[in-house]
């Protein structure tokens, strides 16, 4: 079965700045499926536009803003 971008719901999302990083973070439905957190890297490219990576590795400070993610996204999920 392929993605369908349509179907996937954010329930909520917030953006996270950290030392001119960006991270997205948000529970998510997919087609009425179980509520699920995810997170998404931002970064921006040399020419200005904005790519998707994997969150991957944290610095200490980008872990600590997570952590508090975590925090308020984990009860949305119930």
Same mark, same amino acid.
């Given at each position: #079965?392929?993605?369908?971008?349509?179907?996937?719901?954010?329930?909520?999302?917030? #953006?996270? =700045? +950290?030392?001119?990083?960006?991270?997205?973070?948000g529970v998510? %439905?997919?087609?009425?499926?179980?509520?699920?957190?995810?997170?998404?890297?931002? +970064?921006?490219? !040399?020419?200005? #536009?904005? %790519?998707?990576?994997?969150?991957?590795?944290?610095? !200490?400070?980008?872990?600590?803003?997570?952590?508090?993610?975590? =925090?308020?996204?984990?009860?949305?999920? %119930?």
């Amino acid at each position: #079965m392929a993605y369908e971008p349509e179907k996937d719901k954010a329930i909520n999302e917030e #953006m996270i =700045d +950290v030392d001119g990083a960006r991270i997205r973070a948000g529970v998510y %439905s997919y087609n009425g499926g179980e509520k699920k957190i995810g997170f998404t890297r931002i +970064v921006r490219k !040399k020419d200005g #536009m904005e %790519s998707f990576a994997a969150l991957g590795r944290l610095k !200490k400070g980008e872990a600590e803003r997570v952590r508090e993610a975590l =925090d308020r996204l984990i009860p949305l999920l %119930s």
